[in-house]
C-alpha cells in the first residue's frame, strides 16, 4: 500500500501513552505507537479508535484527552465510582450522573430500580445518584466519545451508598 514520506497514525506522530502518560512516538509508516513500559498501541483509523494490543482495550480522544471505551460494565462502574471518590476530595458532591446513550444496554444490568410513589416511570439509580442517558440533542460527537458526566455542586456528599455495592 502507498504511503506518502510524511505519514502519520490519524493521533500523529506521538500520543501521551493512556497508561502512564509519556509521550510515545509512532513507528515510522506505521499506525503503532510504541511505549517503552506498555508496549503497542495500534490507531484505526476506521474506528478512530486507539488499541491496546496486548490486553484489547480501546480508548478515543476528545480534546486531547484518551477515554476507554468499555466492553465491560464493570470498566464504566468502576469508572464512575473512581470520578465520584475524585469530586469528594475536592470538595463536592455529585447530584446525578449522565452516562453516554451507548452505554445504555451494558449498564442496565447493574442499575438500581425504585419506581417513585404516582409515578409510573421507573427511576435508575447507580451510587443512589439518578442516573439519565446522554439524550439525541446532545453534542453526539462528543458523546461518542466520552463515557459519562457527573453533575455536580459544592458540598459534601450526601449520604450516598457509593460503597454499597462494594461491601
Ligand atoms: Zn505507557
Keep these: 500500500m502507498y504511503q506518502p514520506l510524511n505519514y502519520h497514525p490519524i493521533f ?7 497508561h502512564c502518560r509519556q509521550w ?3 513507528l515510522t509508516l506505521t499506525d503503532t505507537y510504541l511505549c517503552q513500559r506498555h508496549g503497542a498501541f495500534e490507531a484505526d483509523p476506521q474506528t478512530q479508535t486507539l488499541v491496546h494490543l ?3 482495550r480501546c480508548w478515543r480522544q476528545w480534546e486531547e484527552h484518551w477515554y476507554r471505551q468499555h466492553t465491560h460494565p464493570d470498566g464504566i462502574r ?3 465510582h473512581e470520578e465520584l471518590d475524585r469530586l469528594h476530595t ?3 458532591r455529585a447530584t446525578r450522573v449522565v452516562v453516554a446513550e451507548r452505554y445504555r444496554e451494558l449498564i442496565s444490568t447493574f442499575l438500581e ?4 410513589w404516582r409515578t409510573d ?3 435508575q439509580r447507580l451510587y443512589g445518584l439518578p442516573v439519565e442517558f446522554s439524550g439525541p440533542a446532545s453534542d453526539e460527537a462528543r458523546w461518542s466519545v466520552i463515557n459519562f458526566e457527573l453533575v455536580k455542586e459544592p458540598g459534601p456528599p450526601l449520604k450516598y451508598p457509593y460503597f454499597r ?3
Design 12 to 18: 500523529g506522530p506521538e500520543i501521551r501513552c493512556p
Design 121 to 123: 416511570e421507573a427511576k
Design 24 to 26: 510515545v512516538a509512532a
Design 113 to 116: 430500580r425504585t419506581t417513585p
Design 78 to 80: 468502576f469508572e464512575i
Design 54 to 56: 496486548q490486553s484489547g
Design 90 to 92: 475536592q470538595g463536592y
Design 165 to 167: 455495592l462494594f461491601d
